[in-house]
């Protein structure tokens, strides 16, 4: 029981700040509201596959966030509270996945300080309360690198954290576009470089494999918008 306490600690922590009172506040930015009625017309529509607001096509952002939360909206209710949830979802998956990594690379005790430093910043708890893509993609490109990572220096199954890697680069893909693919790539590519490893990730990266399941993942979407809208 006691090495579970630091992770229930958190969790217990995360839910009461990153969920009290989460819709007593109205939406206060531009993109709260412009997300959450897109994702409110989504829900209403019907249609799925187009993002929309006020009737018209949106693409400020790709599908993912309005998936999220049209799927919130309809277990839940449409409402502020519904909006963010996805939001304080992803943020408190961040910390506990922060908790984890840390915790299996540097022990428990790291585990807990690094988690309670990331759940205590400001800006991460605003955007962890907020209807934006900013938790999620975070999140996913986060969970991105920590694959890389352990998928990198761990051995035997644990080369299997690779597929995390392609696959948080993808759902970032779709939640804000090319930037979750450019974040992880930016942290990824200078370390192969600066440590030699290119062969390495050659050789039990699955990059061919890892680069497939990557576009089955990020590119039915943008096929299908530029098959139905075209490219204006």
């Given amino acids: ?67 999220l939360m049209s799927g919130t909206y309809r277990l839940l209710g449409v409402s502020e509270f519904s909006a963010r949830v996805p939001s304080a979802v992803c943020m408190a998956a961040l910390i506990l996945l922060q908790y984890w990594f840390l915790t299996s690379t540097r022990g428990a005790f ?7 430093m990331l759940l205590l910043n400001i800006e991460m708890v605003a955007i962890g309360r907020m209807a934006l893509t900013d938790s999620v993609l975070i999140l996913f490109t986060t969970a991105s690198l920590f694959g890389f990572w352990r998928g ?46 290119w062969k390495q990730f050659w050789r039990s990266g699955f990059p061919i494999l890892g680069l497939l399941v990557f576009a089955l993942i990020a590119c039915p979407w943008y096929g299908a918008m530029l098959w139905i809208h075209g490219s204006s």
């Fill in 152 to 197: 990198l220096h761990g051995e035997g199954k644990q080369r299997n954290a690779f597929w995390i890697f392609y696959v948080g680069m993808a759902v970032g893909m779709l939640t804000k576009g090319p930037v979750g693919v450019v974040v992880p790539l930016l942290g990824s590519i200078p370390y192969l470089i600066v440590t030699h490893r």
């Fill in 110 to 116: 790291i585990g807990l300080v690094g988690g309670l």
């Fill in 1 to 67: 029981m006691k090495k579970w306490l630091p992770f229930l600690l958190l969790f217990a922590v995360a839910t009461l700040v990153l969920f009290l009172n989460l819709g007593k506040l109205g939406l206060t930015d531009r993109d709260e509201g412009s997300n959450a009625e897109g994702a409110r017309e989504m829900l209403e529509s019907g249609d799925w596959m187009t993002p929309q607001l006020n009737g018209e096509p949106r693409f400020a952002k790709p599908i993912f966030i309005y998936w």
